[in-house]
């Protein structure tokens, strides 16, 4: 790791990453394992992960937007490789001759995607997505058949070949959740009357990272693990991250910027919402919203300071937060743990998201590429 001191980092553990594919995949062993590393990997660093991911075993990789894809491939990756986040309009072409899968929820973007491939005289690899009930992208089940006669009219032809059958669950995180067992059955129809039409896929494809640890009958062909991958918990009511044999993979910290003694009664950031109550040591940790710290962590925020978990003190800043020490010393320069695995009893970023009403994947991927990413655990060294 480079030791030149810095203001704030974010150290990812790839090796840890690649233990957590390992499990997950041994979590659905009759199923390829889709890592899916949008959102710059959830604020990982998309191409070190991708490439750190495929190192694990993931014959797959899943991006959101095909900006994201095709990032992907001018980095150097070769492998199958799909995106679904669709705009009209938006770069089929490029995609279809990149060799990434697209996916199509409606006759809009069948059509788009036919046009490309026949105005670059390629077969379109592409999925179709199924709303079985998640209510977001996806066809609906009432213009389900008429979006596969259109897709097999066109694979006929040779301008696509439709390589998925996908949808999405909605309360996979919530055990015991009827929608669970509505949404596979509703797909399973989706699915047969597809096969029954000629259609013929590569793959099936239904789990996400909470369905992939604990729906095995929702594995199909395919499985799509995105928080899990990073060694988050998709649901602390399903168990912790170490329950699923995960480890996180993202540690947050930063070098105390001051370091002072302030007397009883003294207000603290914007606001004054923290008047300390006596005679006190105040720390400065230089990170704050603008480096992806929630504003709304003010008063609540969990850090490691000094040996001890604190509490930010007042308002969260644009560059900054308060915490207070008490009577324990600190000097400029020692770290402040916003977030690890836990190891050195530093809070997780599962103990931020409880802290501020949010979700872990929040907590990761708002973290701004103004805190730089430091690797390390790859191929058995560090480097960044």
């Known amino acids: 790791m480079d030791e030149t001191p810095m203001r704030a980092r974010a150290v990812v553990d790839l090796a840890a990453l690649r233990a957590n594919v390992r499990a997950l995949r041994d979590a659905a062993p009759t199923a390829e394992l889709m890592a899916v590393v949008k959102a710059d990997a959830y604020g990982h660093g ?16 899943g991006a959101a937007t095909p900006e994201e894809a095709l990032g992907l491939r001018a980095a150097g990756d070769t492998g199958r490789l799909m995106c679904w986040l669709w705009t009209p309009g938006g770069p089929w072409r490029q995609a279809i001759e990149a060799d990434i899968d697209v996916s199509a929820s409606g006759l809009w973007a069948l059509r788009e995607a036919v046009a490309a491939a026949r105005a670059c ?6 999925h179709l997505k199924a709303d079985t009930g998640l209510g977001r992208s996806g066809c609906q089940p009432a213009d389900w058949p008429a979006l596969v006669d259109e897709a097999r009219a066109a694979e ?15 309360c996979a995180d919530e055990p015991g959740h009827p929608s669970i067992g509505a949404q596979l059955s509703v797909f399973r129809e989706m699915v047969a009357h597809a096969e029954q039409a000629g259609l013929r896929p590569e793959v099936r494809h239904l789990a996400n990272s909470p369905a992939t640890l604990t ?6 062909d395919l499985v799509r693990t995105g928080i899990a991958t990073y060694g988050i918990s998709p649901s602390p009511e399903l168990g912790t991250a170490a329950d699923f044999g995960l480890r996180p993979v993202m540690t947050l910290s930063a070098a105390l910027a001051s370091v002072k003694r302030v007397p ?21 940790v230089p990170v704050g919203y603008g ?4 504003r709304h962590a003010s008063g609540t925020g969990p850090v490691l300071v000094a040996g001890k978990w604190r509490t930010i003190a007042g308002t ?12 324990d010393t600190a000097a400029p320069g020692d770290e402040a743990v916003l977030f690890g695995p ?32 430091v690797y390390v655990g790859e191929d058995g060294g560090t480097g960044n």
């Not at 006929?156 to 909605?170: M, Q």
């Open 291 to 294: 480096d992806g710290i929630p």
């Open 156 to 170: 006929a032809e040779g301008a696509i070949r439709v390589t998925g059958l996908w949808s999405h669950f909605a």
């Open 316 to 327: 969260v800043a644009m560059d900054q937060f308060v915490v207070d020490l008490g009577g």
């Open 46 to 61: 998309m191409i070190p992960c991708a490439r750190a991911a495929r190192k694990a075993g993931a014959s797959w990789l």
């Open 121 to 126: 005289g390629r077969t379109a690899r592409l």
């Open 215 to 220: 729906v095995p009958e929702s594995h199909f």
């Open 264 to 284: 009883g009664g003294h207000g603290v950031s914007y606001g004054h919402r923290y008047v300390t109550p006596g005679e006190t040591t105040l720390a400065l």
């Open 342 to 373: 836990g190891d050195r009893g530093e809070p997780t970023a599962e103990d931020w998201a409880r802290a501020v009403g949010s979700i872990a994947y929040e907590i990761v991927t708002r973290i701004s590429a103004r805190i730089p990413r």
